[in-house]
């Protein structure tokens, strides 16, 4: 009875373990033409491993770019990425979420290309009906051009949370409830590789040595976690905060011990710029900056 009894547990088990790597598999097979689309530069985007990825590259006549074939109202994004390698100042390589129209919300992840072995910039912006200017700027733990790292955005009606691979970086409350805008219209996913000289790096003065171009970005991970919106009348987002999309649970609401304290070593060891703190920009600090 008790070999049955270990039996059956062990034949669970590995039919649980399978199920993991059917579902993992399944979802790193997704090809970039089912869910994406490219939306400018199609000269200078390539399509690898029979769709599974995609290379999009830059020179001094164009950049490139890509984005969703659907809007959401919520979801948990990712893409993974490297970064172009060696000398890359100049060059912003981009993956973010943006709504159309005027007064927009936007959620992004930028990384600002430098000279060869002098460390890249990740920043990330928040806008709110038309309303951004929020900065964060850190110098990421490993290199991001050596190799793939999963970048991600968790949004719901309760916080967006920005994280590279599995450490949470910033995290943005709702608090509406006080007057802070919150974004909330429908939006693309995009991801783009282009020519931000003029300001990317040291304010501008470095420029793009273009003796190095074509500059190239890599993407894979083309399954998306999100609730499908097509307009942004208000019963559409309220469909989308719902509790049947597993990143709307309590799990999501805020994060929990382990993520709160790899979230404080970032700021503590890897961040050099925060809007918050900025007096000579923001003398009194916005609402958020307060909670």
């Not at 769709?51 to 020179?59: C, F, H, K, V």
């Not at 060696?86 to 060059?91: F, M, V």
């Not at 309590?250 to 382990?258: A, D, G, I, P, R």
Request: hydrophobic share 35%; glycine share 8%; charged share 20%.
């Amino acid at each position: 009875m008790l070999s049955m009894g270990l039996s059956q547990f062990l034949g669970f088990f590995v039919f649980l373990l399978l199920s993991r790597v059917i579902a993992a598999a399944t979802k790193s097979d997704v090809k970039f033409d089912q869910n994406y689309y490219i939306t400018w530069g199609n000269d200078h985007v390539l399509s690898l491993n029979q769709g599974r990825a995609i290379q999009l590259s830059m020179d001094r006549s164009s950049g490139s770019g890509f984005g969703s074939k659907l809007h959401y109202g919520s979801g948990f994004f990712h893409l993974k990425m490297k970064l172009p390698d060696k000398d890359s100042a100049g060059i912003v390589t981009a993956f973010y979420l943006t709504s159309q129209g005027d007064k927009h919300d936007e959620l992004d992840f930028e990384f600002l290309g430098n000279r060869e072995g002098k460390p890249i910039t990740l920043q990330t912006n928040v806008f709110a009906n038309g309303v951004g200017n929020r900065e964060q700027r850190i110098h990421l733990w490993f290199d991001p051009t050596a190799d793939f790292h999963t970048y991600k955005i968790l949004w719901n009606s309760h916080q967006i949370v920005f994280y590279v691979d599995d450490v949470p970086i910033r995290v943005f409350k709702n608090l509406e409830n006080i007057g802070v805008g919150y974004p909330s219209k429908p939006m693309q996913i995009e991801a783009s590789l282009w020519n931000g000289e003029s300001w990317a790096t040291d304010g501008g003065r470095t420029k793009i040595d273009w003796t190095h171009a074509p500059f190239k970005a890599h993407f894979q991970g083309f399954d998306i976690s999100g609730c499908p919106s097509d307009d942004d009348q208000n019963r559409s987002i309220q469909r989308c905060y719902s509790s049947q999309y597993w990143w709307n649970s309590e799990k999501f609401w805020k994060l929990h011990s382990t993520q709160k304290a790899k979230y404080e070593n970032v700021r503590k060891n890897y961040m050099y710029y925060d809007y918050c703190s900025d007096r000579p920009r923001y003398p009194h600090p916005p609402k958020e900056c307060l909670y």
